[in-house]
């Protein structure tokens, strides 16, 4: 299993990105998919999920109506389309998968992130004010 994160960078607060994560080695129908992200001096958070164990799908309060995920699965590829960016979005951004999945989305995405079994590398997303 491989997840491998793009589309990071810097770029100004009201502004969008895109991050991709390329994912290898298992089946997106069947794995729990989410974005997390570590702000600096902060806890890692679950930030934005997807589950088709029930076909959920989870935001946190601090990015809801704004980012949405995406899956592309004809490329192997989960898509985070973030909008409206403000400064506190400055982190890294990790991809992670998990299956086959059981669990609705929000659990795994709230619940201990350690015990998820694969991650990409994460990636820099910086915004400045």
């Known amino acids: 299993v491989q997840l491998v994160e793009s589309g990071g960078g810097l770029v100004q607060a009201g502004t969008s990105l895109r991050l991709s994560c390329i994912t290898s080695?298992?089946?997106?129908?069947?794995?729990?998919i989410g974005w997390f992200r570590q702000a600096p001096g902060k806890e890692r958070e679950g930030i934005s999920c997807r589950s088709p164990s029930d076909g959920s799908t989870y935001y946190a309060d601090s990015v809801k109506g704004r980012f949405s995920i995406t899956i592309d699965n004809s490329k192997n590829a989960v898509y985070l389309q973030m909008e409206e960016l403000m400064p506190e979005d400055t982190g890294v951004y990790y991809c992670?998968?998990?299956?086959?999945?059981?669990?609705?989305?929000?659990?795994?995405?709230?619940?201990?992130?350690?015990?998820?079994?694969?991650w990409g590398q994460g990636i820099q997303v910086t915004v400045s004010s």
């Open positions: 992670a998968a998990d299956g086959p999945a059981m669990l609705p989305a929000s659990m795994y995405c709230t619940g201990p992130h350690q015990l998820l079994a694969h």
């Open positions: 080695g298992f089946n997106l129908d069947h794995y729990f």
